[in-house]
Structure formats: C-alpha cells, structure tokens
C-alpha cells in the first residue's frame, strides 16, 4: 500500500515526503521561504514572506464567510487572570499546566498575575455577560484572528505543534439547544468550504468524550492527512452547552420573560496547522505546489535567451506579461542566472504556471507552458495565453484537490483485529473500526499500536458491522485511530 505513496516520487535521491517527512518538512520550510525556526525560543518561529503571504490568504477566505455568515470581527486583551481561567473547572484543569504567567511589570511584582491568552474564553464571556440581556441580544457571533500562547508540553514541531499559535477564533451564544446545534452544522460547513477551495482533504470527526476540549459538552475536529500518516488536526468546533454561561453569569430573558443561561459554542481555525496541510499534502520532491488560490505568485516567465537574441525575447516576454495582468506574474530576466536554475528555484517555491520562451516560441508567436502539478507540458499560442493560464490553473486547483482526496481514501484502512491496528500505524496509515465506546479498551490500543482513537464520523452514519475489535462486546460506533500532532 506505502507503494503507492512511494509512486508518487519524481526522483531518487531528493527527500522524500513519504520516506523522510520531517527532513523534507524542515528543509523545504525554508528553502521555500516560508519560516525559519531557528529563533531562540523553543515553538516561536519567524513567518518568511510566502508562510506570511500563505497564511494572509487563508485568514482573508475564512474571514470573508465568518463575515459574509454574521459573524462579527472584534478585538479582545491579549490577557487574562488566574480567577477568570479558574471559573469553569474542566477548562482551567485543561490549561493550567500549558499557560504564560506574567508576574512583574517595571521590575516589581504584579498585584493580580496576568494569564497570556491561551484561547480567549476567560476574556470573552465576561464581556458577553455585560452585553447579553435579552433573546433580543441572541444569537451573538464573534469572531477574532489572533495569537495564543500554549506551553506545549509535547515535543514542538515548525507549524504543527507551535507555543504561539496564530488562529481565528469564534465564539457564539444561543437561545436554545436547537440553535446551537444547528450552529454546529454551520461551523462545521464554513470550516470545509475554506478547506475544500484548498484543495486540502481531512476526515470531520466526533471526539471520543475523553478527549474533548476543557468544559465542552463535545468536540468536532478536522483531521488532515500527513504525509507520514500522522493526522494534522486543522480546526475544531465545540458545544459547550451552558458550562460557561453558568460560571460567567451569562443569562438573558426569553420570550416568556424568564431567565435563563444562553448555550455557547467556540470553534478554532489554526492557521499553521493548515499551512503545514497545504506545504504537505500538495508539496513535492521538488518543493512546495501551490493552489492558485494562496499563491503569491502565479505565473512566471523564464526567457530561454540566445546569443544575439537577447533584447528580442526579453521584449517578447514582456508582451505576454502584458497579456496576464489579472495574475500575479513575473518575468525572470535575471542573466546570472541560468534557465535551468530559474526552473528549480520556481518550482521549489510552487509557482502554479510556469512559460518557457526561447527564439523557436518567439518565431512562431507561442509559449510553452508547464504545470507545476503533473509537470506537464503544452504549447500554448499568445493570442490564447490569458484563456490558456485560467483554464490550466483552474484544473490545477481541481487536480491538486482529487489527489489529495486520493490519498486520504488510500489511507484509511478497515481492519478487524488489534494486531491489524498495530500494523497499520506501523505503516504510517489510519485505521477504521468498531469500538464498544469504553475508555479501557481505547486505552489499550494505545499502549498497543501506539496511536490516538481520533473519533467518529460526524458528517456521515457509520454503523458498526461486528463488535469491538478490542473487547468483543457490542460495538457503539466506528471510529478512526491514528498517530497525531
Ligand atoms: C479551542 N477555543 O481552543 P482547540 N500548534 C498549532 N496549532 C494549534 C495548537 C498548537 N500548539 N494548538 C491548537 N492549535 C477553542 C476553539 C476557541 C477556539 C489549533 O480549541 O484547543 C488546532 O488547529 O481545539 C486546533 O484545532 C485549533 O487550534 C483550535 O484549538
């Protein structure tokens, strides 16, 4: 099965994302000019022009349908204190061991600790309780990108597993339960809609109860595939029922003039995660393959030039820029620098289109266009460039999408057996089956096959077909196991 991932490679001895995940990880991670990890502070890393342009791009898609679906952009403190992180039990039992604590200002000690956000629940809901009075108030849907500080305690990794998190985070109060389930149904689709003009293909899972987030009633998480078959979870959304409107005070009248405590919901966008998902399920051997969609760039010109030749093709080149300006492009007329050099250096960096123009294209008024993608060919004339270039990149966002979906297809395997879960973690895949819905024998898989029970289909019915594989009693659901970041 690995062999098919082991197919997808262009040569033999560049890293290879299947064979080598972190190493191609890490090397391409600069030498794309996405971010450079070496700042001196362990899970703090600088965002180079294409991770910040990349990320820039995502936040814009995601804001544009929390916007366009009511939600309102806010800013709230970077900070919050130990008594408002402590007011809902499970949520502070969840991050007292992960949060920044400022003690001093200005060389003395502070007289209340400052909390560096590690999410801003204990920062929103007081104020929510100020602003919510009525049903007239409800339903309230906010929504901020920002920073976050989490000292992980698992090992960090560029991206994945960071210590200052940029994320988008939404917070809603409804009147009812109904409401904000169908809220969740409307997180959920918002979050894929971004994704899937991604191109970027995950599996929408329920979390098992033990791993829910702190004093949510249930979690929804978006499991994207690594290429080394350890999930990348990219976004989630929890219920919290009315855990937190209880603790905060939250109450508004309803209709009937009672009052009663709101039911909230927060779901998490994590822009570096989803930067690693594209870096790695679309990236090649050769480096980054971008979607049109975030690409900084779409197309380049390289002048193939010959003695004598120069200025002519250059001129050449510069006409057909002229016809893609509703693209981003750029003619790379560097002369120290060698075509084939120019190749590489693009195609590492993922630029969708690339047009090669020598004295042959010049004389017959044509280009030759190659996709990163499949790293295909084809002569295109000028007159038909522009039509050409969105037609291609257009098939570049489709493709990208197909193979990606391919592979999370691939990867996902049914088994009926501890020992076939072992093997197939083993093989840096994800494993399908039935459980009995207990801890215990969640447990005992990990300590078995050394994976995580990740959940099971929210999007779709899954019904067990046999018993628990673990301990042969009535199966509840099918679920997913797989290693995670
Ligand atoms: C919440 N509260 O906090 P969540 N490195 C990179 N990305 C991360 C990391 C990390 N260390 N930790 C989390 N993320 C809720 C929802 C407000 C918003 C990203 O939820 O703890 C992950 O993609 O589940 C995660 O799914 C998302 O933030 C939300 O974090």
Redesign the pocket.
Known sequence: MIGIFYGLMSTATALNKYRNFSEWFDKLLLEARILDDRFPVKGFSVYLENGAYILRRVREMLEKELRETGHKEMIFPLVTTEELLGKEAQHIKGFSTEVFVIESAGGKPLDVKLIVRP???TIMYPMFKLWIRSHADLPLLVHQSNMVY?H?TKATRP?????E?P?N???TVHATAAEAEQQVKKAVEIYRKVLDQLGLAYLVLKRPDFDK?PGARY?I?FDAWNPDGRVN????V?NLGKNFSKVFEIEFETRDGKRENPHQL?????Y??VLAALISQHGDDRGLVLPPVVAPLHVVIVPIVFKGQEESIKQFCYGVAERLQKFAVKVDDREDVTPGEKFYYWEKLGVPVRLEIGPREVAENRATLFRRDTLEKQVVAVEEIEKAVETVLTSIGQSLAERSWRIMRQMVVEISSIDEVKKVISERRIAKFDWCGSVECAEQLKAAAGGELRGSRFDELEVPSGPCIVCGKNAAEVVYFARAY
């Open positions: 999410t801003s629940e989490r992980e991206l994945l597993r960071v210590r998190i994320w985070e939404a917070h987030f979690s998480a979870q990219v976004a989630t929890h927060c779901y998490g966008f994590g570096s995660r």
